[in-house]
């Protein structure tokens, strides 16, 4: 699992904000197009990419992409 693919892979589900954006220390929380339909979109990418569930409780103890990275790495 390589953490540049992973931020591939998350900046694909946004489609107003600039790939450029997505970075390992980027907040995603702040950015205007999060929401919880985006959250549960990262649950099935997660998912369907990496064979790994994880919980909203993963998506709200993130803080930045490489957190949520982190957090995948661990469950595969």
Same mark, same amino acid.
């Given at each position: 699992m390589i953490l540049t693919d992973f @931020?591939? %892979?998350? /900046?694909?589900l946004f489609d107003e904000t600039d790939a450029n954006v997505?970075? #390992?220390d980027t907040n995603f &929380? &702040?950015?205007?197009e999060w929401s919880s339909l985006l959250a549960l /979109?990262? @649950? #099935?990418? @997660?998912?369907?990419e990496y064979g790994v569930t994880i919980k909203g409780k993963d998506i709200r103890e993130a803080e930045i992409i490489e957190d949520l990275? %982190? #957090?995948v790495k661990k469950l595969k």
């Open positions: @931020i591939k %892979n998350f /900046s694909s997505f970075q #390992a &929380k &702040k950015l205007d /979109s990262v @649950i #099935a990418m @997660i998912d369907e990275f %982190n #957090a």
